[in-house]
C-alpha cells in the first residue's frame, strides 16, 4: 500500500453555475488563489478547468496558457488541464488543450451517460488525443466513469504503448447519473480490472463523496476532491471552498496513516516534468 496519499483538487469543473454557487473559483485570480490555499491544504495536483468573463466553461487557448503560466508561477502543483471541458465542446477544441503545454491532462476512456446530456469520447477521439499526449510530452491521467472504460483503457495501452512518463494513473469518477455507483463494491470492481501496476484516485459525485473517499483509502487508493464533484459538505451546507474539501480530505487520510503526498514526490510518481 502506498505510504502516502496524492491528493487532487478539481476545484471548479464545467458545470456548476457561478450565479448559484459563488464560492466557485471562476476568474483566474479566484482560481489561482483557490489552488494556492489547496496546495497549503495538502493538494499537489489541481485538475483545471476555466471560465470566460462570464463565468461560462471555456477552452480558449490563450486562457488556458495564461492559466497554466499564472499557476506555475503561485503554486507548484501539478497542472492537470480537462480535455473533457463541458459536454458542448467539440472535439478540435479538446485536442487543442494540450497546445497549452499543461504538465498534465485527463483522458476519459469512452462515452459516458452524464446526467442528462451525453459526454462523448469515442474510440478514435481518445485515440488521437492519447498519441498526441505522447507526442507533446504531456502526462495522461485516465478518467474512468464505469467498468467498460477500463476495457477501452485496456485496448488504448495495447494499440499505443505506455503514457508518457511510463506511469499509468487512472481516476475513478463514481456517482456520475449514468456511470458507476459511488459504492465501495463498484470501486473494488474496477480497481482489480485495472492494468498491473497502475495507480488510482477516486472521487465520489455529490453525496457519494464520503463513502467513496473512505473505501479509495481503505483499498490503497489517492483521492480526488472538489467543487467540480461536490458542492455539499454536510447536509444543508454549501462547500465554503475547495481548500476545507481538501483539509478534510487530508485530515481522513492522515487519520488512515497515509497523509498528503507532496507536489515533488506526486511528480516523480506520475512521470510529470520537474519545475525548478
Ligand atoms: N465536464 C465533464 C463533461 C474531464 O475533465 O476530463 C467532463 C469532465 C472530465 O469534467
Ligand atoms: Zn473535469
Known amino acids: 500500500m502506498t505510504a502516502s496519499t496524492l491528493i487532487t483538487v478539481a476545484p471548479t469543473g464545467a458545470e456548476a453555475d457561478k450565479s448559484a454557487v459563488p464560492a466557485l473559483p471562476t476568474s483566474l485570480v479566484e482560481l489561482v488563489n483557490e489552488a494556492a490555499a489547496c496546495e497549503e491544504a495538502g493538494a499537489a495536483v489541481v485538475h483545471v478547468h476555466i471560465r470566460d468573463d462570464e463565468a461560462r466553461p471555456t477552452l480558449d487557448l490563450a486562457r488556458l496558457v495564461d492559466t497554466v503560466q499564472a499557476l506555475r508561477e503561485s503554486t507548484r502543483l501539478i497542472v492537470q488541464l480537462s480535455t473533457g471541458g463541458a459536454v458542448t465542446d467539440p472535439y478540435e477544441d479538446r485536442l487543442r488543450v494540450l497546445d497549452a503545454a499543461p504538465d498534465a491532462c485527463s483522458l476519459t476512456c469512452g462515452t459516458v451517460n452524464f446526467g442528462d446530456d451525453v459526454f462523448m469520447n469515442p474510440w478514435p477521439f481518445m485515440a488521437e488525443l492519447y498519441q498526441r499526449t505522447q507526442e507533446l ?55 482489480a480490472a485495472l492494468p498491473e501496476g497502475a495507480t488510482w484516485s477516486a472521487t465520489g459525485i455529490g453525496r457519494t463523496t464520503l463513502p467513496v473517499m473512505y473505501a479509495a483509502l481503505s483499498a490503497g487508493g489517492h483521492l480526488r476532491v472538489g467543487m467540480e464533484d461536490t458542492l455539499t459538505y454536510a447536509k444543508g451546507r454549501p462547500v465554503a471552498s475547495n481548500a476545507e474539501l481538501v483539509e478534510r480530505a487530508a485530515v481522513v487520510a492522515g487519520l488512515a496513516q497515509r497523509p498528503p503526498m507532496s507536489s515533488d514526490r506526486a511528480r516523480e510518481l506520475l512521470g510529470v516534468k520537474g519545475i525548478s
Open 137 to 191: 510530452e504531456v502526462v495522461p491521467e485516465f478518467e474512468l466513469f464505469d467498468l467498460g472504460q477500463v476495457a477501452s483503457l485496456h485496448r488504448l495501452l495495447d494499440a499505443y504503448g505506455p503514457p508518457y512518463g511510463g506511469h499509468v494513473h487512472c481516476d475513478l469518477v463514481m456517482g456520475v447519473p449514468g456511470g458507476m455507483p459511488g459504492d465501495a463494491a463498484s470501486l473494488v470492481a474496477a480497481v
